[in-house]
Each structure stands twice: as C-alpha cells, then as structure tokens.
C-alpha cells in the first residue's frame, strides 16, 4: 500500500513539477543579451514577515542578482530584505539569503532543493570578473558597470557584453548550505538511497545541472524517504 502511494505521489509532483514550469512556455524566450531570470515580467507577490504582502510585477536581475519590481511608472529594486518571507513569481517561490534570492524548489518536501542563480559578463572574449572568482579586467566592481551604462534595470545589456549565465544548486544544513557539485553528494543529503538514486538517473537520462532534471531528482529523493 505504501508503495502505491509513494507512486502515485511521485506522480503528482512531477506533474505539478511539469505544469509550474508551463507557465512560461508561451512566451518569448531570453534573448543571450538579457540579464533577467524570466523572459517577461510576470505579476508576482512579495509576503512580508509582517503578514502583509504586496502584489507587482516582478523578475530577478541575475546578473545583479536583485529582484526588480516594475509598477509600470518605473523600476527599482526590493530593498529591506530582512523584512521578506518569501517571494512567489509565476507560481515559482525564492528566499532571500543574505543579499541575494534562492529559489526554492519542491518547497514541502523534507529536503528542497535551494538554486543559486547569477550571471557574469564577458566582453570581446574576455571575462570581465563580475560575479566571478576569475576577476581578470579592471572593470570589476558594481558601480564601474553603472558608469558603464550597464545598470540592474536595464532589460537588454549594450551588444560588446555577453551575459554568462550559472546555476548553482544547494541543500540546507544546520549550519548554512552545502553546494552540490556531483551526484555523490546525494548520498549524505538521502543516506542509504545511493544505489536508488544512481539507477534513476540512469533510467531517466537525467542531466546534472540542468534546472528541470536536478527538480525532478529531488522529487524522487524525497519520495524514496518516505
């Protein structure tokens, strides 16, 4: 009985894994020179831990890795992050973490999956350093980009830059988060699922690293739990 269950549950949160990112599928994709998370801004809701929230039009800024709301007057970034729960976009959650936001993918489970996402830029070739250990410009801080006409609200960076994108993917542990860089780390996360994990992902070609599959692999982690 608890087999069928656990099934039918894997069943229905991949489905619901499936339809949340639906959302998105009619809409124009992301150009290479856009610096944002969506390819359009989508009416999101922003839940304080006051209780209250406030309904806008919102997308994250991954290459300055703020959330940016537009009121249709203008555009600015979510400031006082110490005071926000959560924030949802197009049925998806994010959290901020220090400075920055996480989405929170499969956000019931026992262990959800935390995505890191941010961008650096490259420029004739060469990495320029922003949101990146490999600093090799000059140019390698916040405000020289603002100096450059580049800015947090820009939808569309000036055509001698490249928008690298990155995903980083991460668990909560007690004492902050552990950075999973391979599958093996999966055995810590779900001890004893090792050989389970190992053959489904065999079994479903997933990718490590690619958003959709690292979701659908913390789906079935979190069933085989149970």
Same mark, same amino acid.
């Given at each position: +009985?608890? =087999? ?11 489905? %619901?894994? $499936?339809?949340?990112?639906? &959302? #998105? ?49 203008? +555009?600015? =970034? ?11 976009? %197009?049925? $998806?959650?994010?959290?901020? &973490? #220090? ?71 991460? &668990? ?55």
């Amino acid at each position: +009985m608890k =087999a069928t269950i656990t099934v039918v549950f894997l069943f229905m949160s991949l489905s %619901a894994l $499936r339809a949340q990112r639906d &959302v #998105d599928a009619g809409t124009e994709g992301i150009t290479e020179n856009s610096p944002y998370l969506f390819p359009a801004w989508n009416r999101g809701v922003v839940h304080f831990k006051t209780g209250d929230s406030r309904e806008t039009l919102l997308n994250y800024n991954v290459l300055f890795q703020q959330m940016i709301f537009n009121d249709g007057k203008s +555009m600015l =970034a979510l400031d006082k992050l110490p005071t926000i729960d959560t924030v949802r976009i %197009a049925g $998806r959650k994010f959290v901020v &973490v #220090d400075t920055i936001f996480y989405e929170v993918a499969s956000a019931s489970a026992a262990v959800p999956l935390y995505i890191h996402y941010r961008a650096q830029l490259v420029l004739a070739g060469t990495n320029i350093g922003f949101g990146s250990s490999n600093q090799t410009a000059p140019s390698e801080n916040l405000e020289s980009f603002r100096i450059g006409n580049v800015t947090p609200y820009d939808t569309k960076i000036p055509d001698k830059y490249k928008v690298e994108r990155q995903v980083e993917f991460l &668990v909560k542990k007690k004492d902050g988060f552990l950075v999973l860089t391979g599958a093996k780390q999966l055995g810590d996360v779900f001890p004893g699922k090792e050989k389970m994990i190992r053959q489904y992902m065999r079994d479903h070609e997933i990718a490590w690293g690619k958003v959709e599959d690292m979701e659908k692999l913390f789906v079935f982690c979190n069933v085989s739990m149970q």
